[in-house]
């Protein structure tokens, strides 16, 4: 094997066993979920759309990866040709005419054609006269959305075309926009293209024309006569579904242009010329030249790269970067030109000549290379790249699906997406999605039936008792086919109506259960159980009893009327929706608060005991450093129930200490006020 080709699969190999990229399976996964999740959540509002967009969608799991989303409204209908203005009049639809007579290639103007704006109460101020005929303004429209749209509170700020914000510690970036199911006139010379060269191939062409396109509230250029009427075209969908059709050598190569840029081009003047759209951009541009899959393979992996890399080198000489869809769009214009350029330039150079050697200034790509342009006899099968155990794979879909979310607000919405959910089981799904739409069901019951405990009032007891019933029965179904932790919100719902012997047959319960062997916690399991006990199992039966919630998800409904309502409360005033408390913190909460309800006092010190063990000498194994602080503060709330007052302000200064990711402090000293108001006060 010559010398690159050795390289070419030593890289492929470690890149699939980095967690940021992955294997085939793992890529497989992750897109899976994401795509039945985005099916799932659909019908929660039939006037709007959201689909997640970006690298975290694409199948990467990079730490600079933000949540990439993009809304659109249902009821307008953008036209690209006077021609269908016709047959698209329907009343309440707003009929919105794209123009590009007078702007650069790439970018449209918004007219709208309708009499009666429809959302004139949403948009009423992004109007803006132009030639005698009214135009949705780019900048206002991206002005009124972030002023009237609550996203991420104080965090939210304008972003190019997107709101950035922050939700539960993750980056997000949102971007309201307009759909447009007709393909673009100034795109069809893209899709000669792409019959003529092979790629897409033909039924990811169909899939992406039928699919259409979007237009972002950006404009070309920071100065121009009409910027703040222009609207960017995008083609985000398309470029989603042409990453899912990559063979996995060129998702890799994708992979590792990122990661150059990420760790070398962004930490000098390149950060403010380059992006890592450029880098998806030229990819696709040598895919489309040289379609050939046996050419993409992994011993090919260098010399793949190298192309990219030649390219991105032309396009930074010329400073033309065509857009993929629009060739008439460089992408370049008004952003790599003048001594800038000569610098990046000068810096690219001397990249290629060092050839192979460069991707040492990346540390991820060192710590896979190095071995072997050290070591001439060291190398790895391509091979090696795609094995997975059972453990792992299963231990990839639990980490994807447990990151679903599951928040609803109104008791329509509960049930509209459990009957939605009921349907989709009716349809032949893989067992990924199949197993997606399971634990997603699993969440909504829990979601349901909490929200119907909180919002709707007994009248009667003969109503309270048929309410009841089904909470109950919801919380039970939520046990059986979800995680083995799940079991716990129906221990809360218990303890809540006072019904504590039960809460202590399911603490006896989790506590057996959670102690099993082949349990996955935090990302460790005993593999060898794993395998002779469950292995053998159903997916959907291997979740059920042997893959535990790293967090307990508790919003305001779980919360309501139990000893840390007041920390939800607080948490609210950040923005901050749901508090999340380890499972084995949750057990014994309950044990310690059931024991002392039926006066059983021993059980009840040995609880809090426990509790107390628990917190002082775990590591992060069961209590993760970044819940310490409620963890602590579910100490302190217990000894403060049972009467120890001083062991009560100890903990909850010992919370206090603790890093503030839950943001509870608030809460925090006003327990120790109470606390100290019994002790010293009058």
């Not at 959907?540 to 967090?551: A, P, V």
């Amino acid at each position: 094997m010559d010398y690159l080709a050795r390289i070419s699969e030593v890289l492929y190999v470690g890149l699939c066993r980095n967690k940021c990229i992955g294997t085939p399976t793992e890529v497989t996964i992750r897109r899976e979920v994401g795509d039945m999740w985005e099916t799932i959540v659909r019908p929660m509002d039939k006037h709007v759309i959201y689909i997640f967009t970006g690298s975290f969608k694409e199948g990467f799991r990079f730490k600079s990866s933000d949540i990439d989303v993009m809304q659109w409204l249902t009821d307008c209908d953008v036209i690209d040709e006077l021609s269908h203005y016709v047959t698209s009049q329907t009343s309440g639809v707003d009929v919105i005419l794209l123009e590009h007579s007078e702007t650069p290639p790439g970018f449209v103007l918004l007219k709208l054609l309708s009499p009666v704006f429809v959302h004139e109460h949403r948009f009423s101020l992004s109007i803006f006269t132009y030639k005698n005929s009214r135009y949705i303004s780019s900048d206002k429209f991206r002005n009124t959305f972030l002023t009237n749209w609550n996203l991420g509170g104080e965090s939210a700020r304008s972003h190019g075309p997107c709101i950035n914000y922050y939700y539960e510690n993750k980056e997000c970036d949102f971007a309201m926009c307009f759909a447009c199911l007709h393909w673009p006139q100034t795109a069809l010379s893209w899709f000669d293209r792409c019959q003529h060269q092979g790629w897409p191939v033909q039924g990811v062409l169909k899939e992406i024309l039928s699919n259409g396109y979007h237009v972002m509230p950006i404009g070309s250029e920071r100065y121009s006569n009409n910027n703040e009427l222009e609207w960017r075209i995008s083609f985000s969908l398309a470029e989603q579904k042409m990453v899912y059709s990559m063979n996995h050598t060129q998702f890799l190569c994708y992979g590792v242009l990122k990661i150059f840029f990420e760790e070398v081009l962004s930490l000098t003047n390149g950060d403010s010329l380059l992006c890592s759209y450029f880098m998806k951009t030229i990819l696709f541009w040598e895919i489309q030249n040289n379609p050939d899959d046996l050419f993409w393979c992994p011993q090919n992996l260098l010399t793949c790269l190298s192309m990219c890399y030649k390219r991105l080198c032309k396009c930074v000489f010329d400073s033309y970067c065509p857009n993929f869809f629009i060739p008439e769009n460089n992408m370049f214009k008004h952003k790599v030109f003048g001594a800038s350029r000569e610098v990046l330039l000068s810096q690219l150079y001397t990249y290629y000549e060092m050839k192979e050697l460069c991707m040492l200034l990346s540390p991820t790509l060192r710590s896979i290379i190095l071995p072997a342009l050290c070591n001439p006899l060291y190398r790895k099968p391509f091979s090696a790249g795609h094995i997975m155990s059972q453990v792992d794979i299963d231990m990839c879909i639990r980490k994807e699906i447990l990151q679903t979310d599951a928040s609803v607000e109104s008791v329509e919405e509960c049930f509209l997406l459990l009957r939605s959910i009921t349907e989709l089981s009716k349809l032949r799904l893989s067992q990924i999605k199949s197993l997606t739409l399971q634990y997603v069901m699993s969440k909504y019951y829990v979601q349901t039936a909490f929200y119907v405990a909180h919002h709707l009032s007994k009248k009667t007891n003969r109503m309270w008792y048929r309410i009841n019933k089904m909470i109950t029965e919801m919380l039970k179904l939520s046990s059986r086919i979800g995680c083995v932790s799940h079991i716990l919100y129906l221990g809360i719902y218990y303890c809540r109506i006072g019904q504590y012997n039960k809460v202590l047959d399911i603490t006896r319960l989790c506590k057996q259960s959670f102690s099993e062997p082949f349990v996955i916690y935090n990302g460790l399991v005993d593999r060898n159980k794993y395998n002779n006990v469950v292995g053998r199992l159903p997916l959907g039966k291997r979740m059920n009893i042997s893959w535990m919630n790293f967090l307990m998800c508790l919003n305001e409904n779980i919360l309501y009327r139990t000893e840390l309502h007041f920390e939800e409360t607080v948490r609210q005033e950040h923005d901050s929706l749901t508090l999340y408390v380890s499972p084995f913190v949750l057990v014994h909460m309950l044990n310690v608060l059931s024991n002392y309800k039926l006066g059983n006092r021993s059980q009840c010190l040995q609880s809090l005991t426990d509790l107390q063990t628990l917190l002082l000498y775990d590591k992060g194994r069961y209590i993760p450093l970044r819940i310490k602080d409620i963890s602590w503060q579910i100490l302190g709330i217990c000894q403060h129930v049972v009467g120890d007052l001083h062991g009560a302000l100890h903990s909850y200064q010992m919370s206090l200490r603790q890093i503030p990711k839950n943001k509870i402090q608030k809460a925090t000293y006003y327990r120790m006020g109470l606390v100290l108001l019994q002790l010293y006060g009058k």
